[in-house]
């Protein structure tokens, strides 16, 4: 009976041993959480809209926001009245020394003294993967973020801000 038992146990685990061995993840396999629909980091989103920059889509670790923006090589700037709870420009975008375009408005340069009426950077959240983007309640001075959470900075012409893609 211990005989039977050990082989039926030293099968059981030889079958899961191999079912896992095709499983194993390379280096550069991104790790994932125990649940498979959530990401082990925090996916960060910028969309640089009217500006023209190219857009990026990024997983980093999860922690503050301003740190998770710096790791994913986002770098942003606040304004002179709110500091970092308001962005300003996103890897120096607007430049303060052109002028920005939106259509319909008068052309401007982004001083960073103040809230812009014209465009502005909007903060969004998304608390997982599969959620609604949310309008960010706290700015990325005080916003922290955990794993599976995502960060999204839209630049937006107006006051309709419409949610990252991605």
């Given at each position: 009976?211990?005989t039977?038992?050990?082989t039926?146990?030293s099968?059981?685990?030889l079958?899961a041993?191999?079912a896992?061995?095709?499983c194993?993840?390379?280096?550069s396999?991104p790790v994932s959480?125990?649940d498979?629909?959530?990401?082990?980091c925090?996916?960060?989103?910028?969309?640089?809209?009217p500006?023209?920059?190219?857009?990026?889509d990024?997983?980093?670790?999860?922690?503050p926001?301003k740190?998770?923006?710096e790791?994913a090589?986002?770098?942003?700037?606040?304004t002179?009245?709110?500091?970092?709870?308001?962005v300003?420009?996103?890897?120096?975008l607007?430049s303060?020394?052109?002028?920005v375009v939106?259509?319909?408005?008068?052309?401007f340069?982004?001083?960073c003294?103040?809230l812009?009426?014209?465009a502005?950077?909007?903060?969004?959240v998304?608390s997982t993967p599969d959620?609604?983007?949310?309008?960010?309640q706290?700015?990325v001075?005080t916003?922290?973020?955990?794993?599976?959470?995502s960060?999204?900075?839209?630049?937006?012409?107006g006051?309709?801000?419409?949610?990252?893609?991605g």
């Open positions: 009976m211990i039977r038992t050990r039926a146990l099968v059981a685990l079958s041993a191999l896992l061995a095709g194993s993840a390379s280096p396999t959480s125990p498979a629909q959530t990401p082990a925090v996916t960060v989103v910028v969309d640089f809209g500006i023209g920059a190219p857009s990026i990024s997983c980093v670790d999860a922690g926001a740190d998770v923006l790791a090589g986002v770098t942003t700037e606040g002179l009245d709110y500091g970092d709870q308001v300003c420009r996103v890897n120096d607007p303060p020394d052109e002028e939106i259509e319909g408005q008068v052309p340069t982004e001083t003294a103040t812009n009426s014209v502005y950077w909007a903060l969004w998304r959620a609604e983007w949310e309008y960010a706290e700015g001075a916003l922290v973020l955990t794993e599976g959470q960060v999204g900075l839209v630049y937006t012409p006051t309709d801000s419409v949610p990252p893609q």
